[in-house]
């Protein structure tokens, strides 16, 4: 057999094998991106899992293309991070029965509490958003808080918020105001299904009513203290 023969019967054995790889990472992207709130999550969660394929197509082809790809990606990581927010958070972290006790404490303030678990993917996007949020809005009397309900599973049942693994109730966001839950989301419908949120920022802003509980806390705030806010917020 001549050499354009062998190099022919070599290319059908690869080519099936290479569309096989395909299918198999258009599949875990189906599967891993059914919880990205946005598209731009989507996408980079997309891109992540073709960057791995393609360092298996490169050490396939030649080991030094492979490395020489891992510098490149590592590169990009490191000088071309995803952008998200890092400026100054006003968050308090609660432990344990803490949070059911201050919202108790005091009635006049109110309360935007986040209940996430470290090791959930939503929850860790929503990070950046839920401090940017703090940052802006936060008052004397509209305070934000989180708690890790994987580490305390009673303040999940008390609030009625699943920590398991599959629970689609991570992060779960909820107003407190008089002492009483106002709303949370993502919503648990009458039949006890959860209902989908997409956590962006826009998104909490307009469905928690956020510009009207700014307004509202401030105006029920003495005028030096709301002057005192004003400056912190400018000097940060």
Known sequence: MDNNGLLLKENTRTYPKHW??????????????????????????????AKALNIILFYETNVLYAFMYCIFCLLHFVFLPRPVYKGPEFITYFRGPHLKNEIARDKRITWVVCFYAAWSPSCVSVAPIFSEISAEYHLEN??????????????ADHFKVSNSSFSKQLPTLIVFQDGKEKMRRPAVSAKGTVVK???????????????????QCRQSLPKSKTANSEAEKKKN
Request: glycine share 4%.
């Open 20 to 49: 096989e790889w395909f299918t198999f990472l258009g599949c875990v992207i189906v599967l891993k991106n059914r919880k990205q709130a946005t598209a731009a999550e989507y996408v980079t969660l997309a891109c992540l899992f």
């Open 142 to 155: 509209l305070q934000f808080g989180k708690i890790d309900v994987s580490r305390y599973s009673d303040v």
């Open 197 to 215: 949120y997409v956590f962006t920022k826009e998104n909490i802003v307009k469905d928690f009513e956020i510009n009207e509980l700014y307004h």
